[in-house]
């Protein structure tokens, strides 16, 4: 018996764990989506970028910074809301309106977790 109670501990943390990492990935997903259906510019660096070119950039992002990322509010954090080459940040502009990434990708998160 003492041997099965921390197998069971072990095996319940990292179900949890799973479904946390999953959870993570499904919002980070669905954020990048939200980039792409949005039509908006994107601006990186000082150039303006298509929705389409904004999501492709935020998906290498995410795929080689993963590990800064282990839920939606971290991957706006660490890898959406700036460049990590210049440090400055990233920009939507939706129908004129210019508005940091990390607070347009915040309330498209509120969306999302409220669906």
């Known amino acids: 018996m003492m ?3 921390p197998a069971l501990i072990l095996q319940t943390g990292l179900s949890i764990t799973a479904h946390a990492d999953a959870t993570a990935s499904i ?3 669905s954020l990048i989506q939200a980039v792409l259906d949005s039509n908006c510019e994107f601006d990186r660096n000082g150039k303006l ?3 389409e070119k904004a999501a492709e950039h935020l998906e ?3 795929a080689r910074g ?3 990322a282990d839920s939606a509010e971290a991957f706006i954090e660490h890898l959406a809301s700036k460049s990590s080459w210049s440090g400055k940040p990233y920009w ?3 129908d004129g309106d210019k508005a940091p990434s ?3 990708l915040l309330a498209r998160l509120e969306i999302i977790r409220s669906r």
């Open 66 to 68: 993963k590990r800064y």
């Open 92 to 94: 939507m502009i939706c």
């Open 3 to 5: 041997r099965i109670l």
């Open 27 to 29: 919002e980070i997903q």
């Open 49 to 51: 970028y298509s929705a």
């Open 102 to 104: 990390a607070d347009w």
């Open 60 to 62: 290498l992002k995410y």
